[in-house]
Structures are given as C-alpha cells and as structure tokens.
C-alpha cells in the first residue's frame, strides 16, 4: 500500500524559510513521479514542483520558481522527497501535500491535479506579513 508522510510545515514571517518533506513507501517502481501541490482554503489544488526518478528532472509553478527547491533521495529503498522554501511569501499560505504518480509516462510536468491520485494527508505552512 503506498503511504505518504509529508512533515516540516509550521508557521514563518514573509521573507523566512522552510522544508518539507515526504517519506513515500509502498512501491518499488524505479520510475515515478513525485509532486508537491498545495491547496490554501477556498481554492483549488495547485501543483508546486514535481521530480522524475529515473532522470531528476523538476518543474515549478511560475509562482515558485527562483524560490522553491524540490529534491529527491532513494537511499536503500527509503524514498524522500523535499521542498526547500526560501523567501516565502503570504501567499505560499496553504496545505502542502505530497503526490504520487506511478508512471513516468505522459505529460506529467503538467502538474495536473487528475493525474497525481495517491497523495498525502498533508501539512500546513503559514506566512504571515
């Protein structure tokens, strides 16, 4: 069963940093996606930054590029995956949740919603003014 467990969120002042992470189990495909979206209350989820396993590849949103660093390890089967959030801004305010996708196939730097299906409870990151 793929499990996701995302930690590090809390709350920071504008202009602060954090990390997240994923601890992703479940599955021993060698090629996946894994993303982060963030949903803030009211709004639809939004894909933030997404790597590929096999090649490393990653993709932003626009509104977190320059800002946001998404990284990935597999160390001994133990698969992580981390947000680095430097800069942050009132508007980063939202639920951080980490997304799988089983396949590397299809346009997965699309970030859409739909295709990431197994997903995480989240966690919360506050910025305030």
């Known amino acids: 069963e793929v499990s996701l467990v995302e930690s590090g969120g809390g709350s920071v002042e504008a202009g602060g940093s954090l990390r997240l992470s994923c601890v992703a189990s479940?599955?021993?495909?060698?090629?996946?996606?894994l993303a982060w979206f963030r949903q803030a209350p009211g709004k639809e989820p939004e894909g933030v930054a997404a790597?590929?396993?096999?090649?490393?590849?990653?993709?932003?949103a626009d509104s977190v590029k320059d800002r946001f660093v998404v990284s990935h390890t597999n160390v001994l089967g133990k698969k992580t995956m981390f947000l680095e959030m430097n800069n942050l801004k009132p508007e980063d305010t939202a639920v951080y949740v980490c997304?799988?996708?089983?396949?590397?196939?299809?346009?997965?730097?699309?970030?859409?919603?739909?295709?990431?299906?197994?997903r995480g409870q989240g966690t919360q990151v506050t910025v305030s003014s």
């Open positions: 997304r799988y996708r089983p396949t590397t196939t299809g346009p997965w730097w699309l970030l859409d919603n739909e295709d990431f299906y197994y």
């Open positions: 479940g599955f021993d495909w060698s090629r996946y996606v």
């Open positions: 790597i590929q396993s096999n090649t490393g590849r990653t993709v932003y």
